[in-house]
Nanobody
Framework: QVQLVESGGGLVQAGGSLRLSCAAS????????MGWFRQAPGKEREFVAH????????YYADSMKGRFTISRDNAKNTVNLQMNSPKPEDTAVYYC???????????????????WGQGTQVTVSS
């Protein structure tokens, strides 16, 4: 069983930066593809970014490209989301997600991920 714990959320001004981290338990973390999703009040959960097991392949939702960067450190069992130039519409609870596999065919689909964190709130002020 893998447990995921997010951290780093908080209040940030539009145009600033914020770094989210997700710490994973379990020795097999390095074999899992990982992703970030978010959910704003009254909206459905939305895909943000994905990274494969090695970190060599990443994939982003169109609205996040060029602003957000996903990375991982398999030695530390962590996956990070660097948020640059956030906008008020990026306000949401951000969730870390883990797949049982090193890569997934549809990285933007929540069903590809088995493990989920509890979420961390990100609020972007204008």
């Amino acid at each position: 069983q893998v447990q995921l714990v997010e951290s780093g959320g908080g209040l940030v001004q539009a145009g600033g930066s914020l770094r989210l981290s997700c710490a994973a338990s379990g020795s097999t973390f390095s074999g899992y593809a990982m992703g970030w999703f978010r959910q704003a009040p009254g909206k459905e959960r939305e895909f943000v970014a994905h990274i494969n097991w090695s970190g060599r392949s990443t994939y982003y939702a169109d609205s996040m490209k060029g602003r957000f960067t996903i990375s991982r450190d398999n030695a530390k069992n962590t996956v990070n989301l660097q948020m640059n130039s956030p906008k008020p519409e990026d306000t949401a609870v951000y969730y870390c997600a883990g797949s049982k596999y090193g890569s997934v065919p549809q990285p933007g689909e929540a069903g590809e991920y088995t493990y989920w964190g509890q979420g961390t709130q990100v609020t972007v002020s204008s």
